[in-house]
């Protein structure tokens, strides 16, 4: 339900001038395949607010994430927590007061006594102070950058707790307050989250947890909170946001090129071989060396080892930018049949190179030239 | 010396939350090369405080882009002379107060009266005040969007004339605000803007007009800026924040994929040929059409006919993704010797296909097969 909609949701609306549209790789996940980072906060900074089931539902939810190949990162809550605290406890709350204002000066009465003083209270901040606080969101932001650099997505408690509607009553801002410690800072920092159901206390009350990522990161998230709810993961080839790109060659894992697929953040998704009808050659004169696929329809082989990565789309533009001739990029198809982006080679430069077809893959032959070379020259020293 | 200042300025610094770095694109210009469009303000929005020269320096700097290949827009300046008016009537007086409204608390004898007192008469802006404006701004920043989907470049005066010290004492906000008219609304509305020499009134007194851009499009409007004062246009590789990419066949201008190049913000910089050594071929079975480009080293050709386009670099990514087999992307050398990125073919699919070389290139190619059949098909009838 929430996949529609967000389906819906997300086009651009041009009465609204909030409205955004997605540039290109802005909601790209190429961490929801394979092995992702998710960032828990320290035990210190978690906070159940005296319920003795909660912290062990949301223990379970860490565990869950990491049997379906997270990788638990602590990180640094603090900020996150700073900025939740902007939203009530600064100017922002006069942002209220801007949208409903009007309202509650005419009729008061249709409003809930609480929220009427949060807002009407709101008037004893002045302009300079919703700039200072802005200036103090910045630079929240800025240091939430360095968390964001950590892990691909932040995993909460929704709630710590929950309360009954006396008790609300009773002491409404404190309680309301801490319903909203792992929620509040989200909106002010531009971050996109999905609450997911995450199991139920002994008393049949639900607990559930957040995940919350940058902007745009709708879409990967619910692909994500699906998966923790059951859902299987889809087809390689449904990344947000993302290229895949077949290397065979000098850009594989370890290999002398692999950093221009690293910085820019591009992840392995998988290993596996071509289709069976490409061939693979040793380039002839290329630094570093490198080796150049070249499909050969109705050619029946064993396929070339490859590794898939996943480049953000607005940086697949620059990688393909950067590739030297004779290499090209052109479609690749796999052993499984899904065709993705990959390193091909002009004819031009096969002539000359030498076919390595048999030996399966650009790794082996590169073991099986130092073997040889290994065995070759003491005996030519002899 | 701008350009200088700029080279160091971009740079990312941490410890300023306001920097931000240069998203891949962010900053392309593919309209630097070729015909460019400038938006000029409608006659009744032109203001020059009854200046008798300025007016017609102003005529003259339209007239010098129109010579360097700019094509005058009319646009609606309404929009940014409401956002230009937010500035100093409204609350973001009360950010000056932010900056530097403690300093004036304690010593406002070295403070300009006037500027101490438009900044403390900030308070009396309240927090819902700020908020208010910001909604504003993004209104106004909306439909900003669509004079910018008209223009490349805006180009105005940069003041519309110039008052003695004595005369601004006299009557220091009115003139002071007839000074900002056609910048004070370049920072609210996150545009870059370069301010250029336009030449002198009779009295010795000089003029300027300004070039302005979109965040990020500083290093264009300098190149511009610099064509306007009789620099040469560099080679059209030095195109920032974009992929040159050289097309042969289908998506040629008025060909069926040319969309996949218009739809994606990209230009046209050149009709030209291929190095000597390429060959061309009519593919088999693709729909629509399209031909195959083969390099063949030590070839001696007359180069194949293509357009270079200029694609924003995020937007390449997607362009390269959406390429189907057998053709890809590699590396065209072009009949000047410059590499640009291209389409060619791979090698399985030449087998079959019709060499079209001596044609020259794909739009002779399909005008002769037009031609054979008008002239073959009555023939038929006989």
Not at 167 to 185: C, E, Q, W
Request: include cysteine; aromatic fraction near 10%.
């Amino acid at each position: 339900d929430a996949n529609a909609v967000w389906q819906i949701a997300q086009w651009f609306d041009a009465d609204d001038p909030y409205s955004r549209t997605v540039t290109p790789g802005a909601n790209a996940a190429p961490w929801l395949k394979g092995p992702f980072r998710f960032g828990v906060p320290d035990d210190s900074d978690l906070k159940f607010f005296g319920d003795d089931e909660t912290p062990d539902l949301f223990q379970q939810a860490i565990r869950k994430l990491q049997h379906m190949g997270g990788i638990r990162v602590p990180i640094d809550f603090g900020v996150f927590r700073d900025a939740a605290e902007l939203l009530y406890a600064g100017p922002w709350v006069a942002e209220r007061f801007a949208a409903v204002g009007d309202f509650l000066m005419r009729e008061s009465k249709g409003v809930h006594k609480v929220v009427a003083e949060i807002i009407m209270g709101s008037t004893k901040y002045f302009a300079v102070d919703a700039y200072r606080a802005a200036y103090k969101l910045e630079e929240l932001k800025r240091r939430a950058m360095v968390q964001w650099s950590l892990m691909d997505v932040l995993l909460l408690p929704t709630a710590g707790t929950i309360y009954t509607l006396e008790a609300v009553d009773a002491d409404p801002i404190r309680l309301n307050s801490n319903l909203g410690y792992y929620t509040n800072f989200v909106n002010l920092m531009d971050l996109a989250a999905v609450a997911v159901p995450g199991g139920f206390r002994t008393d049949g009350l639900p607990f559930g947890v957040s995940l919350i990522g940058p902007a745009f990161s709708d879409q990967a998230l619910l692909r994500l909170a699906g998966r923790f709810l059951g859902e299987r993961a889809g087809r390689t080839s449904e990344l947000p946001g993302c290229v895949l790109v077949a290397v065979a060659g000098a850009h594989l894992s370890g290999q002398p090129l692999n950093h221009q697929l690293m910085e820019r953040g591009a992840r392995l998704v998988k290993s596996c071989r071509t289709a069976p009808d490409y061939r693979l050659f040793a380039l002839k004169d290329t630094a570093p060396p490198k080796p150049g696929l070249v499909r050969e329809p109705d050619l029946n082989g064993w396929g070339i080892e490859v590794e898939v990565w996943s480049v953000p789309e607005n940086q697949f533009g620059g990688f393909v930018a950067a590739v030297p001739a004779p290499l090209v990029i052109g479609n690749v198809v796999l052993d499984d049949g899904q065709t993705v982006k990959g390193f091909l080679c002009e004819p031009f430069a096969l002539s000359g190179a030498v076919e390595i077809t048999r030996f399966g893959g650009w790794l082996n032959y590169l073991n099986h030239e130092t073997e040889e070379n290994v065995l070759t020259t003491p005996s030519k020293q002899l």
